[in-house]
């Protein structure tokens, strides 16, 4: 086995005993909360009796003792079956399929929206170092990084909703409309503010990495050299710049997959959005155990990945780091 070979082996690994502690952990969480299963499962129905209750249990496997709980569901995801949702009365890949669309589009438009916007203000603020410009899109950058997803969403919501009347104020498509009758624009309609809400969450580490690194840059005496020559500054930005200072944007905008699904959780309950987010909050608040080991299952493989994805960018990108890696 290649040294290359034996490096994606060790990340695989990695990957795979992530996934198994983490459902470890989800699951003894789920059991040591206040939620009743049980009672969840049939939206609290008090006039269930003792004998429902029992065979309901039963029939969830909830009799069992935690740890059998756990294998039995262990070995049924090993197979490709992420069993029943409680909640839904369907299965859970099927559930997950139903609203990973809707997300994926959320996530989507909002990691390249955050990358771009994230990119371009960082070059301003590098190539207009110390003047009005950089010290606005610091203070937004910094002001931004410390405010919380759900509130930006609630001011989106307040000012281009409630008071401009521009956007719907959530759901995915019109409200009383079937879905067969809801076209592309409506969807584009109903996903605009959301995904803004959404790619605000990774512009300011892009830009503030982007805006060290282009520094970085421009301080270079090849840079010096360059200017000297008479290149302009989108000369310089295109020739030297751009491929060096993108290097920590590309990392860290792939490394924030697990914070653009975090976000996407906030986003989705402050909109309504039916994503795999609000069907998260649904499944924990509603102890769905099935369906919530199934989506964080899907949510960490997506974080993996995307890490993984980050880090073959940047070797590819960086010379130096495809070296190391060759020689690692």
Same mark, same amino acid.
């Given at each position: 086995?290649?040294?290359?070979?034996?490096?994606?082996?060790?990340?695989?690994?990695?990957?795979?005993?992530?996934?198994l502690g983490?459902?470890?952990?989800?699951?003894?969480?789920?059991?040591?909360?206040?939620?009743?299963?049980?009672?969840?499962?049939?939206?609290?129905?008090?006039?269930?009796?003792?004998?429902?209750?029992?065979a309901?249990?039963?029939?969830?496997?909830?009799?069992?003792?935690?740890?059998?709980?756990?294998?039995?569901?262990?070995?049924?995801?090993?197979?490709?079956?992420?069993?029943?949702?409680?909640?839904?009365?369907?299965?859970?890949?099927?559930?997950?399929?139903?609203?990973?669309?809707?997300?994926?589009?959320?996530?989507?438009?909002?990691?390249?929206?955050?990358?771009?916007?994230?990119?371009?203000?960082?070059?301003?603020? #590098?190539?207009? @170092? +110390?003047?009005?410009?950089?010290r /606005?899109? =610091?203070?937004? &950058?910094?002001l931004? *990084?410390? !405010? $919380?997803?759900?509130?930006?969403?609630?001011?989106?919501?307040?000012?281009?909703?409630?008071?401009?009347?521009?956007?719907?104020?959530?759901?995915?498509?019109?409200?009383?409309?079937?879905?067969?009758?809801?076209?592309?624009?409506?969807?584009?309609?109903?996903?605009?503010?959301?995904?803004?809400?959404?790619?605000?969450?990774?512009?300011?580490?892009?830009?503030?990495?982007?805006?060290?690194?282009?520094?970085?840059?421009?301080?270079?005496?090849?840079v010096?050299? #360059?200017?000297? @020559? +008479?290149?302009?500054?989108?000369? /310089?930005? =295109?020739?030297? &710049?751009?491929?060096? *200072?993108? !290097? $920590?944007?590309?990392?860290?905008?792939?490394?924030?997959?697990?914070?653009?699904?975090?976000?996407?959780?906030?986003?989705?309950q402050?909109?309504?959005?039916?994503?795999?987010?609000?069907?998260?909050?649904?499944?924990?608040?509603?102890?769905?155990?099935?369906l919530?080991?199934?989506?964080?299952?899907?949510?960490?493989?997506?974080?993996?990945?995307?890490?993984?994805?980050?880090?073959?960018?940047?070797?590819?990108?960086?010379?130096?780091?495809?070296?190391?890696?060759?020689?690692?």
């Open positions: 086995m290649g040294k290359r070979s034996l490096f994606i082996f060790y990340k695989l690994l990695r990957g795979l005993t992530l996934l983490l459902s470890i952990l989800t699951f003894i969480l789920m059991k040591n909360s206040p939620i009743d299963p049980v009672m969840a499962s049939v939206d609290y129905d008090t006039s269930m009796t003792p004998e429902q209750y029992e309901i249990k039963e029939y969830w496997g909830l009799n069992k003792p935690p740890i059998g709980q756990y294998f039995s569901w262990l070995k049924s995801i090993l197979s490709g079956n992420m069993g029943i949702s409680r909640v839904h009365k369907r299965l859970v890949i099927e559930v997950i399929k139903e609203k990973a669309l809707a997300s994926a589009a959320l996530m989507g438009v909002s990691w390249t929206l955050s990358g771009i916007i994230g990119i371009a203000l960082g070059t301003i603020a #590098a190539f207009n @170092r +110390g003047k009005l410009s950089d /606005i899109i =610091k203070w937004f &950058a910094y931004q *990084a410390s !405010v $919380p997803t759900f509130w930006i969403g609630l001011i989106f919501l307040l000012i281009f909703s409630v008071k401009l009347g521009w956007f719907p104020i959530g759901i995915s498509a019109p409200i009383g409309v079937i879905k067969s009758e809801v076209t592309i624009l409506d969807k584009i309609h109903h996903l605009i503010l959301p995904a803004l809400t959404l790619s605000v969450l990774g512009i300011a580490n892009v830009v503030l990495h982007t805006r060290e690194k282009m520094i970085d840059v421009l301080n270079e005496e090849y010096l050299f #360059a200017r000297a @020559r +008479g290149e302009s500054d989108f000369q /310089i930005f =295109k020739n030297h &710049a751009l491929r060096n *200072a993108i !290097v $920590p944007a590309i990392t860290i905008h792939f490394a924030s997959f697990g914070e653009l699904f975090g976000g996407s959780i906030l986003a989705e402050v909109f309504s959005y039916p994503g795999l987010g609000s069907t998260l909050t649904e499944a924990g608040l509603k102890s769905d155990m099935p919530l080991l199934g989506i964080i299952m899907i949510s960490a493989v997506f974080v993996f990945f995307g890490n993984m994805i980050g880090d073959i960018i940047n070797s590819r990108i960086n010379p130096y780091l495809k070296q190391e890696g060759q020689q690692a």
